[in-house]
């Protein structure tokens, strides 16, 4: 092993990048190694079709942590964050719909053709969700503590948490400490009567996960939601501008700025191991590299029981790995339009076509949708969420021509009937385009070609464990020092010098690079502490 480096990153997603990019500004030398043909993983943008650009996986972002975008200059890099106005549109069968967006008065007056008292509440609402995001913003910018021996600085720091939800008043601080752990029906049923403003919240709540919106804790991802948009408000749209993939080029920029190398199209097969301790890589055409420490965007089950030898780790945290619950149930389609979808009384161009499309009429719909999947099926009448980037850019597809991503739950990874084949993606997509027909009777006609990614092509192309976006879901049980198992929160595995950075560590979620920052530092820590 001639080659040698401080530490190698597995993955050039967009965490991976975060890590990368803050070891080697503490002058590190760092080797990014990607199995796939560009960085981002799940978030790039790829052409799909001659002229036709789409993010392949994920069509939002989110708003970086703050120091993210400082640190890293990441806008003299290329990256210009754009939020969408309004956020979402939610079409109706009769043709009525809901548009919601950044200007609460705007959304109230959109929400009373349903219903007055919605209306009248929808900024107390915005204010509710505001609050709770604060408080968990403070949560996702920390390390979780050592548990159960929490140290001095753990103590510190959650006594600092603690502090701040006493400040905002005792009632308030009992009411953030309240919805948590609540259902998503729960929660919206103390605030709203009207079924699209419950769909559309309801949608919002579940998007990446298996649960429908009446399961325990799905109020988590709403106010996470709310979290990752800036604002408080759990409809925001946020999106780079020239699609996802100008975020992850950013930060591989920067990167490369401070001096990391990226290589793509090396996939790496596995960790190499002395005496229980990473020493490197070995990629799949035979070449070993050395580092000091290896940090893993994979998620945790592919890291630890994939990458590296599960017999270096003790029985106990084998079980913890393997009882991780992943369940993906979420599949995207891609569509090149020949043109924009036309919903009754409304204009092709009008403002609802520049954020997302949610087809969730009612929170009943989203929670039948979901039921599919708890027996293995795919929902005949899913919900959906799609994006028409090319309303606001079309240069992302020929002249006159759209392209439409959408994402589609419930699609399970475990089918009851056996694995996903190209019969079933292609149902998939059938169901995908006639749903949408329903609302906008133009569409289906006006289909020119059409790509799919399905939970186990996610597993295939990003190496997402079982499709799940999350790499293990966000639920309760499985955040915070749960998060990827208990007592291994803190981006460390047994395996002296083996890190993980990727979504499957606190604070999880979606495009933030939170996992990423968090686990650099600690990498950090680490090295000052051995030397």
Not at 72 to 81: F, I, Q, R
Not at 88 to 94: A, I, K, R, S, Y
Not at 105 to 128: K, M, V
Not at 442 to 457: C, I, K, Q, Y
Request: contains cysteine; hydrophobic residues 40%.
């Amino acid at each position: 092993m001639s080659l040698s480096f401080d530490t190698i990153v597995i993955g050039a997603g967009h965490h991976g990048l975060v890590t990368a990019a803050y070891l080697a500004r503490a002058g590190q030398s760092v080797l990014v190694l990607e199995q796939g043909d560009r960085v981002g993983g799940g978030a790039s943008t790829e052409e799909l079709f001659p002229g036709f650009s789409f993010d392949t996986g994920t069509h939002r972002a989110a708003q970086l942590l703050p120091a993210i975008f400082r640190d890293l200059g990441l806008g003299a890099h290329g990256l210009d964050l754009v939020r969408s106005d309004p956020g979402v549109f939610v079409p109706l069968t009769d043709g009525r719909h809901l548009l919601l967006g950044e200007s609460a008065s705007d959304s109230a007056d959109s929400i009373r053709a349903f219903s007055n008292s919605d209306a009248d509440r929808w900024a107390e609402f915005l204010g509710f969700t505001g609050m709770v995001a604060g408080s968990l913003s403070k949560l996702f910018a920390i390390e979780p503590p050592g548990i159960p021996d929490p140290s001095r600085s753990d103590l510190f720091a959650l006594g600092r948490l603690g502090l701040g939800l006493r400040k905002l008043g005792r009632r308030e601080m009992e009411e953030v400490i309240r919805v948590l752990p609540m259902s998503c029906l729960e929660l919206l049923d103390e605030w709203f009567e009207s079924e699209p403003l419950r769909g559309v919240l309801s949608g919002v709540a579940v998007q990446g996960g298996a649960h429908g919106p009446m399961a325990t804790g799905t109020a988590l991802n709403l106010f996470r939601r709310a979290t990752e948009s800036g604002s408080g408000n759990p409809v925001a749209l946020i999106r780079p501008r020239g699609g996802v993939g100008r975020l992850s080029e950013a930060l591989a920029s920067a990167a490369r700025g401070a001096g990391a190398e990226i290589r793509l199209e090396s996939r790496v097969k596995h960790v190499l191991l002395n005496a229980g301790q990473a020493t490197g890589v070995a990629l799949e055409d035979g070449t070993e590299i050395a580092a000091r420490t290896v940090a893993s965007g994979a998620g945790p089950g592919a890291t630890l029981l994939g990458l590296s030898d599960p017999a270096a780790l003790d029985p106990e945290f084998v079980r913890a790995l393997e009882a991780i619950r992943y369940r993906g149930a979420t599949a995207k389609v891609h569509l090149a339009l020949g043109e924009l979808p036309r919903f009754e009384g409304l204009e092709d161009r009008g403002p609802h076509l520049g954020g997302a499309i949610s087809i969730s009429p009612s929170l009943q719909y989203v929670e039948r949708a979901s039921d599919a999947a708890k027996y293995g099926q795919v929902s005949e009448a899913p919900y959906l969420e799609a994006v028409i980037p090319t309303v606001a850019e079309p240069n992302l597809a020929p002249e006159g021509k759209h392209g439409m991503s959408v994402l589609v739950q419930y699609a399970p990874y475990h089918l009851r009937d056996g694995t996903w084949d190209a019969a079933d993606a292609e149902a998939l997509a059938d169901t995908v385009v006639a749903t949408l027909g329903r609302y906008a009777p133009n569409l289906p006609g006006s289909v020119e070609a059409r790509h799919d990614h399905t939970p186990a092509g996610m597993e295939q192309k990003w190496g997402l464990q079982e499709g799940s976006v999350f790499q293990g879901e966000m639920t309760l049980d499985q955040f915070f020092f749960a998060r990827p198992v208990a007592g291994w929160a803190r981006y460390r595995t047994p395996i002296e010098g083996l890190y993980l950075c990727g979504t499957g560590t606190h604070p999880g979620g979606g495009v933030t690079g939170n996992s990423g920052y968090l686990a650099a530092h600690r990498i950090l820590k680490d090295a000052k502490g051995r030397r």
